[in-house]
């Protein structure tokens, strides 16, 4: 029992001075909103985006053609140009682009872009969070739907509340959000819950349960409780300092 009382005797200033750190935190801005160009799913362009593994070649000049990774920053350098933005262009806007530059330096020159690894801009993804089996971001592919995106995540975990997920997307430059039925589509196999998906969104699939006096659960171990959340980490904190103790 002393072992016990010196220890919260001498972890006491160390909580507070852990208190009085968190009173200076701030509030950080919002994301940007960064709409995808795509708003018409029968309007479906790629775009390049970092990452991507770019083939350029310039027709009768070997030697400044040649494979080519976006960097980070969105922009790649070849032979006679440097940090070319490539990013958000569609390879043919981008051939036309490395043309013009090139013109410096060859005469009338013929340029053709191609895309061997697919990334794309993170405008240009479909981002799925939550009680996904395997959430992700996921390349956007032309007249993606719904059902498509849930095969390319795995489903859904034993855990999910598909009819509780919310769709998010940007329209007209403002984040609206949808209220979408997964329970209803991939579990029962009501067809009419499938939906057109657009780049950008994002599908957010919560948990079951409420977040009240009870909880379904608590990681992969606890199932479920007649604990609160607040109870349940009292106990395991208190278990956690007596089994520091006990070895000491």
């Not at 160390?14 to 940007?32: D, F, M, Q, R, V």
């Not at 790629?46 to 040649?66: A, H, K, M, Q």
């Not at 959000?177 to 780049?199: A, C, H, Q, W, Y």
Request: aromatic share 6%.
């Amino acid at each position: 029992m002393f072992r016990f009382k010196k220890l919260i005797t001498c972890c006491a200033p160390l909580l507070l001075i852990g208190l009085n750190g968190c009173s200076n935190t701030g509030t950080l801005p919002e994301a940007t909103t960064r709409p995808s160009l795509t708003t018409d799913v029968n309007d479906y362009q790629y775009l390049i985006g970092p990452g991507d593994s770019l083939t350029i070649f310039v027709w009768r000049n070997p030697e400044v053609s040649g494979n080519f990774i976006v960097r980070p920053d969105g922009k790649v350098t070849t032979s006679l140009v440097e940090d070319i933005d490539v990013a958000g262009r569609t390879p043919t806007m981008l051939a036309r682009e490395i043309e013009e530059q090139l013109s410096t330096y060859i005469n009338n020159p013929r340029v053709t872009v191609s895309v061997n690894n697919f990334t794309g801009p993170l405008s240009e993804q479909v981002r799925v969070i939550g009680e996904a089996t395997n959430p992700s971001a996921v390349s956007y592919s032309e007249h993606m739907t719904l059902l498509d995106l849930m095969i390319a995540v795995g489903g859904l975990t034993e855990f999910a509340d598909g009819n509780g997920a919310k769709l998010v997307r940007v329209v007209n430059g403002k984040q609206k959000t949808f209220e979408i039925n997964i329970d209803d589509l991939i579990r029962d196999g009501d067809i009419s819950k499938n939906v057109d998906m657009l780049p950008g969104d994002i599908v957010i699939i919560p948990e079951k349960g409420h977040d009240e006096d009870n909880i379904k659960r608590v990681g992969p171990i606890v199932r479920e409780t007649n604990f609160s959340r607040e109870e349940l980490r009292k106990k395991f904190f208190f278990e956690k300092i007596l089994s520091i103790t006990a070895k000491k």
